[in-house]
């Protein structure tokens, strides 16, 4: 498995603003992609980060809300734009590609608080 | 689309067996994920099916029905410490995007007892 953090751990946030949130792999992965959790549910896809390209984003999220970059094989940041209180919730970086591994290993998220 | 499927709560008792299922429809398959999350922490990778059948990893098994739809986890001697949700996901085929997509059911929260 990879080590993988994330920073903040945690934050409460004014509505209006903005929040990056960094994920930083101690290996080279292939796929790294951005997860949101809200409360009482499950993980839903927020979009692939690609490294050199444009993220890849699923049904329902944008770029102009959630941008992500992803300079390199070890790490990307996604930031949470103009932020409301429906974006409170944990927010997930999750890898893919490690030595021939099928499964996605998360990263202990970041739980995002917006007032 | 996709659409996974799993009880929302169980409840069982310390050093029995439990069985947790999950039955899915999507739109194509490339293998099912098992995640333990406990409350407050990221989800942690259990087990993956891509060939119908039975996988045994200590106390946990995975079986999965590709025909069918369906999998199950399978918890044997049952530990307080397994209380905890379990997250069935399904990954998509490559989508010639960059990504293999997974798909979380909402999970289902299973409590042991003494």
């Known amino acids: 498995s990879a080590v993988i953090s994330q920073k903040p751990s945690r934050d409460i946030c004014q509505r209006g603003t903005s929040l990056t949130i960094q994920c930083q792999v101690d290996s080279q992965v292939t796929m790294m992609f951005w997860y949101r959790q809200q409360p009482g549910q499950s993980l839903t896809l927020i979009a692939t980060a690609n490294q050199g390209s444009e993220a890849t984003y699923e049904s329902g999220f944008v770029i102009d809300k959630f941008p992500i970059s992803r300079p390199n094989l070890t790490f990307s940041t996604l930031t949470v734009s103009n932020m409301s209180p429906e974006d409170s919730s944990i927010y997930l970086c999750?890898?893919?590609?490690?030595?021939?591994?099928?499964?996605?290993?998360f990263g202990p998220g970041t739980r995002l608080t917006v007032l | 689309g996709q659409n996974i499927d799993q009880p929302t709560e169980m409840t069982a008792t310390e050093g029995a067996i439990v069985q947790i299922n999950c039955t899915y429809q999507t739109s194509g398959f490339n293998g099912l994920f098992w995640y333990q999350q406990h409350a407050g922490e990221a989800p942690t990778f259990l087990s993956y099916?891509?060939?119908?059948g039975l996988e045994e990893k200590g106390r946990f098994s995975s079986f999965l029905s590709r025909s069918k739809g369906y999998s199950y986890l399978l918890l044997k001697e049952l530990q307080m410490k397994d209380s905890a949700s379990y997250l069935c996901?399904?990954?998509?085929?490559?989508?010639?995007?960059?990504?293999?997509?997974?798909?979380f059911g909402k999970g289902t929260k299973l409590s042991v007892i003494p």
């Open positions: 999750s890898v893919e590609g490690l030595a021939g591994a099928n499964e996605q290993f």
């Open positions: 996901a399904v990954r998509a085929p490559y989508s010639g995007a960059g990504s293999y997509q997974l798909t």
């Open positions: 099916n891509v060939l119908d």
